[in-house]
């Protein structure tokens, strides 16, 4: 029996999951005899053994110190009396995956879900950081049900350009910005390009990466402290010793993904996202993840969230700093501490320790990054839910990061129909646009680009850039990078491509934005809209084969997560 009394009885070790031959004492006997051709003992292999996930990629610079990070690990499950066993699976990073990371998310998923489940281990260690790679990983560690501990490769470290401090990828998107506009010439852009990756590991802003290693943090999968330490320190090599033995006493105590991952824990992790300033995509991810367990993360009850969760977190785009300063600021206890009056308290972590149990242990001391609640960055959480004709199931803008006179406005559309329609004419001096025009992009949902890319963040128009123009209201089915500002609403419910209103949205039309209300309005009449709607139906996107056919068949829509119908748990009612 567990501690909490939780039955912990089945096969341990090696005894899991035997390959079936009609003679389990002969599957016993081959296991161990092919397994000794690496020179393992008797002594060893009666130890319980803790997988560990190896996302290590030539093509993934985010991951790039994995070989550091599986040594610590092996070291901690040593020292803890466990026997530890990397073994491999997809990575994913956002800049070399085409068409889009999100696409190949759920089949990361589904691959450590599988090798979870296929060899035999009483725990496993998930070792991810590239924003995909740690949804992906919780959601199979989820459906698979083994116990299961996350560790994070963790951030880099930030450059310098002309002695300006500089880290990807908020700065990435400025100085872009301001070689589009004519600001700065192709020499500097090549200096800069130099200098905003100084170190292997993820963005050094609150990205989707940052963001996913906080919320895992306050979710409980992690260990206290574990989201902040960057990719090149000794604090992060020390929490993969500490990681590796943590996974050794959840494999004694049999503390499975679905005593952790709670309705409650999923809460304080959604209060936490919002505290430091989140990206969008971290809802996407949390309602996948839920949805593993039967969870279902309502939009009404995030953007209730929304309202009452200031933003306290000083870090790009939402504010000035990087994500080695939130490390020294405390990291996330630091944020936890200051939202304690607001969390689930008795949510249980892989520690075996509560979260409040978590929060007092942790040491307080005078900072500026992570804001006292009653002196937050902004009154409200980082990001707000619309709903409208526009969005009959909802969208998402992140307001930390938008222009304050932008977030009540009215304006006429310039459409774009797709991405390649968009690259064809979003630099064309003959365009007719005007800086208070709203730009929509349509089919860059899940079903229909495919994949959700983060294309939301549209350029601003050249001739626009080059006049000063710095932000509009933009609109699309997709998503945006979490390292991206400006006043751009996504996710929009359903997507144009399986006939949701946007599909219909000409340029011409006008469209209203009020995130106070929380409304995002097309402005043109129902029955017109179902004119355009018989005149111009929507064909389904389809594929002959393969992975695609799959992901276009059972993809479900932003609200549900992006997950695939099938890989969902059975309904949980609310606790």
Known sequence: MSADGKKTGGPKGLHRGLTSYGDSGFSLFLRKAFIKGAGYTDKALDRPVIGIVDTGSAFNPCHGNLPQLIEAVKRGVMLAGGLPMAFPTISIHESFAHPTSMYL??????????????????????????????????????????????????????????????GACTDCRRFWARY????????????????LVASVGTCSVMGTASTLACATEALGMMLPGGATPPAVTADRIRIAERTGAT?????????????????????????????????????????????RLGIDLDLRRIDALGRETPVLVDLKPSGRHYMEDLHKAGGVPAVLRELKHQLHLDALTVTGCTLGETID?????????VRPFAEPLYREGGIAVLRGNLAPRGALIKASAAAPALMEHEGRAVVFENLEHLAARIDDEQLDVRAEDVLVLKNIGPVGAPGMPEAGYLPIPRKLARAGVKDMVRISDGRMSGTAAGTIVLHITPESAIGGPLAWVKSGDRIRLSVSRREITLLVPQAELAARAAANPVTLPTAERGYLKLFLENVTQADQGVDFTFLRGRRQEPE
């Open 105 to 166: 998310r759920n089949l990361m998923s589904m691959d450590t879900e599988e090798m979870i489940r296929a060899q035999p281990m009483d725990a496993v260690v998930l070792i991810g950081g590239c924003d995909k790679t740690v949804p992906a990983q919780l959601m199979g560690a989820a459906s698979a049900g083994v116990p299961a501990v996350a560790l994070v490769t963790g951030s880099m470290l930030t450059g310098a350009h002309r002695g300006e401090r500089v």
């Open 180 to 195: 589009r506009a004519g600001e700065i010439d192709a020499g500097e852009i090549a200096e800069v390009n130099d200098q």
């Open 247 to 291: 996974a050794v006493q959840l494999a004694a105590g049999a503390l499975t993904p679905d005593r952790v991952m709670t309705a409650k824990a999923f809460e304080n992790a959604l209060r936490v996202l919002l505290a430091v300033g989140g990206s969008t995509n971290g809802i996407v991810h949390l309602t996948a993840i839920a949805g």
């Open 361 to 369: 242990s942790a040491a307080a001391f005078a900072q500026s990054v």
